[in-house]
């Protein structure tokens, strides 16, 4: 299987498998000098983590993460990054491959398992393998690293709709969203999704969100015009999530309902005669560039495909069956997709601010020391 890294100058390889004996990753590119700690990445990781609500799977993981290459002790505590690359593992502990032994001839409506058979011939029925979102773990921990090399930009995701239920917006506060299972950031949701889930959980069933990001503190300047641009990568970023079937930039497709006066985000002067947006229905980036406007981007989680509920399929002999999926699931695995995007995009961001600055250099919209 090819396809396992994505960025340019800060690479990421992904390894392993949901029922494997362990998942990691290598982040080449990171420059040397980087301080950080182990526990830089490890709270990053416990914020994805399975199990720690009833609205989760309850596949019981610490994912607790070794350092195992590209750094050393730095002299005042913690870590430094050499330049060589950073390797990064994390055990599995709580496989249960015994769940899926009913599912290995048979295909998981709305799965990747037709798929990947239909591709290479074979495929990994536990758990889905790399297939599973236990893949994301070791996106998250590149993520914590790459938010290191952006010590001004701030990356925040929160979920902003489950199935029908969308958060009210006048209520906005990100204070709140570390407050509850959700990554919520309307305390007025919270219980509606509360009892909404619960059904859908108590039924065996799933049901998809939407999640939000923004980027603060992003100079302009990152990206470039034609194959370069920076939304592109960001939605390929996103995009390369599991489960995800839709990203918008800024107003996404509300902006095919404005009109031209409405979605132009119009400019003043601010200090230092740099511009100021009155509106950022752009989300912060224009022609493949960054505005220096926030970065917003959103992205679709579909519902979990492993349910409760029997659905019509075939073996993989082509003979037709129903089929039940036992084991842990996500009623809604979008909830713990919002560090995971937060994570792509602090990456797709690290990437960029590596390639501007060998292609440009300093340049006077530049914030950032050197």
């Known amino acids: 299987m090819s396809f396992n890294t994505f960025g340019h100058l800060f690479r990421v390889t992904t390894y392993g498998e949901s029922h494997g004996p362990a998942i990691g990753?290598?982040?080449?590119g990171c420059p040397p000098g980087l301080r950080f700690s182990v526990a830089d990445i490890q709270s990053a990781l416990d914020r994805r983590r399975p199990g720690q609500s009833r609205f989760t799977t309850q596949r019981r993981e610490p994912d607790t993460v070794r350092i195992l290459s590209g750094t050393?002790?730095?002299p005042d505590g913690g870590l430094v990054t050499t330049g060589t690359p950073v390797a990064m593992?994390?055990?599995n502990v709580d496989q249960r491959?015994?769940?899926y032994s009913e599912i290995a001839g048979s295909y998981r409506p709305g799965h990747a398992d037709y798929t990947y058979d239909a591709k290479y011939g074979l495929r990994d029925h536990r758990g889905g393998g790399r297939s599973s979102a236990r893949e994301t773990a070791m996106r998250v921990a590149a993520g914590a690293l790459a938010a290191k090399l952006l010590p001004q930009v701030t990356v925040r995701g929160a979920l902003v709709r489950i199935g029908t239920i969308e958060v009210d917006r006048s209520r906005w506060d990100w204070d709140e969203v570390p407050n509850n299972p959700f990554f919520c950031p309307d305390p007025g949701t919270v219980p509606?999704?509360?009892e909404y889930l619960d059904g859908i959980r108590k039924s065996g069933s799933s049901v998809g969100a939407v999640v939000e990001l923004v980027a603060e503190g992003v100079p302009p300047g990152l990206g470039a015009p034609i194959y370069g641009k920076l939304d592109a990568d960001i939605a390929a970023a996103l995009m390369g999530i599991n489960a995800v079937k839709g990203?918008?930039?800024?107003?996404?497709?509300a902006a095919a309902s404005l009109s031209g006066e409405e979605n132009a985000d119009e400019m003043r002067r601010g200090n230092e005669g740099r511009p100021v947006f009155l509106a950022n229905h752009a989300g912060g980036i224009l022609?493949?560039?960054?505005?220096g406007a926030p970065i917003v981007a959103r992205f679709a989680v579909k519902p979990t495909s492993s349910i409760l509920t029997p659905r019509r399929t075939v073996d993989k002999f082509g003979e037709e069956t129903d089929l039940v999926t036992k084991g842990r699931h996500d009623p809604c695995v979008g909830i713990r997709a919002v560090p995971v995007g937060e994570?792509?995009?602090?990456?797709?961001?690290?990437?960029h601010f590596l390639r501007h600055r060998g292609q440009v250099g300093d340049t006077p919209l530049w914030p950032f020391p050197r």
């Open 343 to 351: 994570a792509m995009l602090a990456c797709v961001l690290a990437d």
């Open 89 to 91: 593992q994390i055990d």
């Open 192 to 194: 509606l999704w509360t």
């Open 287 to 291: 022609g493949g560039i960054s505005t």
């Open 97 to 99: 491959s015994k769940d």
């Open 247 to 253: 990203v918008e930039i800024g107003d996404g497709f």
């Open 72 to 74: 050393m002790d730095h």
């Open 25 to 28: 990753c290598v982040v080449d």
